[in-house]
Structure formats: structure tokens, C-alpha cells
């Protein structure tokens, strides 16, 4: 598609459920970002993408989190036992490559755990 | 942990006026970019700043990259309703060069 696409657009779930968000970039941009961000700061990091492996990890708040990118292209981050405090917008962004330029982001997932 | 803190956090101003925000800080980056952000949307690129001491201009906004590259500015002139957005300074850093925002700066103009 022309840009990048996240699905769905708001999810609301219970405390303790688990949740699946996805990301569909740019066609051909082999570097994908997960980001999370609260209301009016700027976004923090999650985890990257080079083609199908993380590159880096680091952002991952803990082990309820995971991401991945079987092939490449479309990523799911995913959610286990979700708990209030996860509640936030989660960000993709995709790029050409790994490089200082080009990032272009989704509309982002607004995720409520109630 | 590298840190990129925007100043004002939030700014409210009248039609017409001019303004400046700030981002700094204590790491030195390879390129700083600059990003606007409205409500139910992900961050926009508007500009990116390679050279130290770099202007660059776009419309009614200015950017600059500080001499030593640990810091920026953004200044408005004339401000505008329509420049009610979120703005985010953002660097590469780390040894994977991911993509680091700052803290942001929510700028409100009133007609």
C-alpha cells in the first residue's frame, strides 16, 4: 500500500487478556518500528526490525511483550496478560532501510485496558 | 541511556506571534529531525539536520542544528491556528541507530 497500515485502529480489552496489534509497512522497506506513546509525549521506543529479525529489543518493557515479522513484512506485536498501564496508542513506523531517513509512521492502534 | 528533552512541554500563544522550541541534549548526534504530530496520527517528517550549525527553513518555520550537534531549534513566526500540533525533535542513537524521540512540545494557537 502507499502507507503504513495498522489494524485495528482502537482495541479495548479487559485486564488480563491478551491482544495482537498489527502492522503493515511500505512495500520493500525492510526496517519496521514498534513504538508506544502516552497522551501528549513524544513516542518511546520499542522494538526494530531488520527484515524478519529484531535487530533491537531493547524497548520491550518486559516479557508480556513480543513482536515479530515472519517474513519481513507485516508485524504483530503482541500483548500477554495486558494490564492497565499498557493502555497507549502503539506506533509502527517503516523505512527503506536501517538508515537516519525515510521513517513513515501508521496512524497507530489506541489500546484501553479496562 | 541517550535523552532528548523538548522545551516548553506545552505552549499556548495568540495568532500571530512568534515562538521558539527547544531541544537538548548531552549526546552528540550524527542528524536531528524534526516532526509534527496531530491528534489520531503518527508523526510526520518535516525536516531533517545533518551539519552542525545547519538552517533550514520551510514556510513559516525555521529549524537549526546547535554548532556542536547536541541541540535544536525550531521557531515559528506568525504562529497559526493550524500550527496547533505535538512537535517532536528525534535522533538516531544507540548502537542500532534506532530512532529516539523527544519529550515533545504541544503547541496550542488561539484565534
Known amino acids: 500500500g502507499a502507507g503504513v497500515s495498522q489494524t485495528p485502529s482502537n482495541k479495548v480489552t479487559e485486564k488480563g487478556k491478551y491482544v495482537e496489534l498489527r502492522c503493515d509497512p511500505i512495500?520493500?522497506?525492510?526496517?519496521l518500528y514498534w513504538y508506544r506513546q502516552s497522551l501528549g509525549q513524544g513516542p518511546e521506543f520499542l522494538i526494530y526490525f531488520q527484515g524478519t529479525g529484531a535487530a533491537d529489543d531493547s524497548g520491550l518493557p518486559n516479557d508480556r511483550f513480543f513482536a515479530v515479522r515472519p517474513e519481513g513484512s507485516v508485524s504483530t506485536l503482541k500483548i500477554q496478560r495486558t494490564e492497565r498501564g499498557d493502555s497507549a496508542v502503539y506506533l509502527c513506523?517503516?523505512?527503506?532501510?536501517?538508515?537516519?531517513?525515510?521513517?513513515?509512521f501508521g496512524s497507530g492502534t489506541r489500546l484501553s485496558v479496562v | 541511556t541517550q535523552l532528548l528533552e523538548q522545551s516548553p512541554q506545552f505552549l499556548s500563544i495568540q495568532e500571530g506571534e512568534n515562538l521558539t522550541v527547544y531541544c537538548n541534549s548531552s549526546s552528540v548526534f550524527s542528524s536531528l529531525q524534526w516532526y509534527r504530530q496531530e491528534p489520531g496520527e503518527g508523526p510526520v517528517l518535516l525536516v531533517t539536520?545533518?551539519?552542525?550549525?545547519e538552517v533550514k527553513k520551510l514556510k513559516r518555520l525555521t529549524f537549526q542544528f546547535g554548532d556542536a550537534r547536541k541541540d535544536s531549534s525550531l521557531h515559528i513566526t506568525a504562529a497559526q491556528p493550524g500550527d496547533t500540533v505535538l512537535y517532536l525533535c528525534a535522533a538516531n542513537g544507540g548502537a542500532t541507530n534506532k530512532l529516539i524521540f523527544g519529550t515533545g512540545t504541544l503547541l496550542a494557537v488561539q484565534p
Open positions: 512495500s520493500g522497506h525492510t526496517a
Open positions: 513506523a517503516s523505512s527503506p532501510d536501517s538508515g537516519n531517513y525515510g521513517y513513515t
Open positions: 539536520v545533518v551539519t552542525g550549525g
